[in-house]
């Protein structure tokens, strides 16, 4: 479980991580981890976790997952000038996948274990004023506005002939189903879900973003001072019968909204 928030001079985001009640009855830890970090240049990167409950460690693999993007993607972006061309911004997130994927591995090799222990999905993401990039391997989504009161899927969960059916990052051929979107305009609001909230935040089988659910959330951190209250406010909601009752699953997600910023 995990819950943080932090503000930066054009960011305001939040993002928390609540154990699922099948994982609260079996004595499960959550196996969620998310991620986020404003660089100085002013992009957003993010990347969100989500373990394999069938894997005996999957909390760690979630984590060393997340950790590891994280760092990749900062370090791709955090340039003074984050301009590069879409080619560009699509290999620095495949890095971060490969890169992650790379570090659960050698994590499940130190603990002489095999990968699959430490299976775990990766959505990684950066978002810019005028741009927005994200890449994932397995369930959960990314979902963006750019026009006001519209919510765009930028890389959702693969069509599968199953719900439930996913592919892992420590798969074999894990790389080769990442999906990878770059999409152009002056980004406002984004979020990262994972695939417990699919169903409440996703319409089926179109997978259009409910603007039910997103739009109150946005306008809540909108309205909303940096700081724990915010995280906490979240971390409730994640809670709440309102969404326990549709997903048993641990829950993530992680919000943010872009403040227009003044020149005097």
């Known amino acids: 479980m995990g819950q943080h928030t932090e503000k930066a001079d054009e960011w305001q985001v939040v993002a928390a991580s609540v154990r699922g009640t099948s994982h609260q009855k079996s004595n499960l830890p959550c196996q969620d981890v998310v991620a986020f970090r404003c660089l100085p240049n002013g992009v957003l990167v993010a990347a969100l976790a989500d373990g394999a409950g069938s894997a005996s460690m999957?909390?760690?693999?979630?984590?060393?997952?997340a950790q590891s993007a994280i760092e990749s993607l900062s370090?791709?972006?955090?340039?003074?000038?984050?301009?590069?061309?879409?080619?560009?911004?699509?290999?620095?997130?495949?890095?971060?996948l490969s890169g992650a994927r790379a570090s659960v591995v050698a994590e499940a090799e130190r603990r002489s274990v095999r990968a699959r222990e430490l299976a775990t999905t990766l959505i990684v993401a950066a978002f810019m004023r005028t741009r927005a990039v994200s890449a994932q391997i397995g369930d959960g989504a990314v979902v963006v506005s750019i026009q006001p009161g519209t919510f765009d899927l930028l890389t959702g969960p693969p069509q599968t002939e199953h719900l439930n059916e996913t592919i892992f990052l420590t798969a074999d051929a894990a790389l080769d189903h990442a999906q990878v979107k770059v999409l152009s305009g002056h980004v406002r609001y984004v979020a990262l879900l994972c695939d417990g909230l699919q169903l409440l935040a996703l319409k089926y089988p179109e997978l259009v973003p409910h603007a039910g659910f997103f739009g109150p959330l946005f306008g809540f951190l909108e309205k909303a001072r940096p700081g724990e209250e915010t995280a906490a406010r979240l971390r409730e909601f994640l809670e709440s019968p309102r969404v326990t009752a549709r997903s048993d699953d641990d829950l993530s997600l992680v919000l943010a909204v872009l403040r227009e910023q003044t020149v005097p």
Do not use: K, M, W, Y
Not at 58 to 65: F, H, L, R
């Open 58 to 65: 999957a909390e760690v693999g979630a984590t060393v997952a």
């Open 75 to 96: 370090a791709a972006f955090g340039s003074a000038s984050p301009s590069g061309g879409d080619e560009e911004l699509r290999a620095a997130l495949l890095n971060a």
